[in-house]
Structure formats: C-alpha cells, structure tokens
C-alpha cells in the first residue's frame, strides 16, 4: 500500500493521485500540509506536496513518482515504448512544468490567497506564459491527445497545468490562457471525462 501525502486543493497532489488511480496501485491518502517541519522535509526535501511513501520509504516530484508508478506497474503505459517518444512525452511535460506552470505559478498568491505580487513579477509572468504557449504549440501533438494517439503522462500534466494557470492567469489578467489553442483545449475536454480525473475532482469537491 502506497501513501499519498499532501492535499487535495493541490494541482501535484491531483495529478499524483489521479496517475496512482490509473494504475490501479492500492493508496491510502494522509493530509499533510506543505510545511518546513522535519516530518515533511523528511519526506519532501522542499516541504512541497505531494509526497509518496513507499514501505517506510519515501519520494517527492510528481515526475520522480511517474517514472517509478510506470515501472512497477507498467500497465496502462503512461510512457510510448518507442524510446524517442517516450522522450518526446517527457519534454512535453518539461515546458508544461517550467514554462507554462512554474511561471503563472508567480502570482498565485494574490489570484487565490489575497497576497499581493509586484508589478514586475506579473509583467514577467504574463511574457513568460505567453513565450511559454508559443514554445508548447510548437510540440504539442494533439490528434487526440497531448502527445499523438496514445494517452501519455503529457495528457495528465496538461490537464493539472492548466487547471491551475488558466485560472491564475484568468484572475490577474483577465486572460483566457487557452484561447486560440484548440489542441490544448480538446485535451483538456477529454480529461475531464477521464474516468481517474473525475474520481480526483469529485473528491475534491466532496471534502
Ligand atoms: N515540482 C513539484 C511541484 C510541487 C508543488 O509546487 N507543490 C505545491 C502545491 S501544488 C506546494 O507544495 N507548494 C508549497 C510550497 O511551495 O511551499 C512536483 O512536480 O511535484
């Protein structure tokens, strides 16, 4: 039995939660806060969530827990077997995370938690995003999904990613990220009807 460690208002936690129900792994969820406190940083060197502990064990980074979730239960696949694609599945995932996620992540304290952010760091954000966008259309595949015909890991984070920054983005810019992105868009239509997705959002709504 694996533990989940985190909360479920969190994007990563989702995204973990939602690959851990795909594969079928047998969880358990345990809520714990993103903290500096030594039990956390013990499981989570950043003190981020989420976090997974695996007989007595334990690991941080959705994509860190991706790769290990895909090796001991290699069914469904969230990589292609081909190698170069496999790899191309990854560098989606990468921009997803660093240039698109990352960056509107910025200003997440004051769209969701009151905060306030500089005028600089949200002129920064919105180029950043904006550059961000336009390097992911040049590799998003689409056709159905993120990365081609295959449902991959890329199908996941873009879901989660945009969940997140589209509001973020929506809030402090009056944005809509994905305008003009149709790919991205059906992506988005056919995860929300994915069957682990909707178990992760109804449970989310549900506590
Ligand atoms: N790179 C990490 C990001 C995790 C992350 O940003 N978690 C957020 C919640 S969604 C968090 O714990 N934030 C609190 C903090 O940064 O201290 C991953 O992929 O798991």
């Given at each position: 039995m694996i533990q989940l460690y985190g909360l479920r208002m969190s994007n990563y936690y989702s995204l973990v939660k939602a690959l851990l129900i795909e594969k079928q792994v047998d969880f358990e969820e345990i809520k714990a806060p993103p903290t500096q406190k030594d039990d956390n940083l013990l499981r989570t060197p950043m003190g981020k969530m989420p976090s997974i502990g695996v007989d007595g064990a334990y690991m941080s980074e959705s994509l860190a827990i991706a790769s290990y979730l895909d090796r001991v239960?290699?069914?469904?696949?969230?990589?292609?077997?081909?190698p170069f694609l496999a790899g191309k599945v990854v560098e989606l995932v990468c921009h997803l995370k660093l240039d698109i996620e990352l960056v509107a992540r910025r200003c997440l304290s004051e769209a969701l938690f009151g905060g306030q952010v500089s005028d600089e760091t949200k002129e920064s954000t919105k180029a950043e995003v904006a550059k961000g966008m336009a390097a992911l259309d040049r590799i998003f595949?689409?056709?159905?999904?993120a990365a081609g015909e295959q449902l991959s890991l890329a199908d996941f984070y873009t879901f989660y990613t945009f969940g997140l920054s589209g509001i973020i983005m929506k809030k402090m810019f009056?944005?809509?990220?994905?305008?003009?992105h149709e790919k991205i868009q059906h992506v988005m239509a056919v995860m929300a009807e994915h069957p682990s997705v909707q178990r992760v959002e109804a449970e989310q709504n549900s506590k």
């Open positions: 239960q290699p069914e469904p696949p969230l990589l292609p077997a081909d595949v689409g056709g159905p999904y009056d944005e809509d990220i994905l305008a003009g």
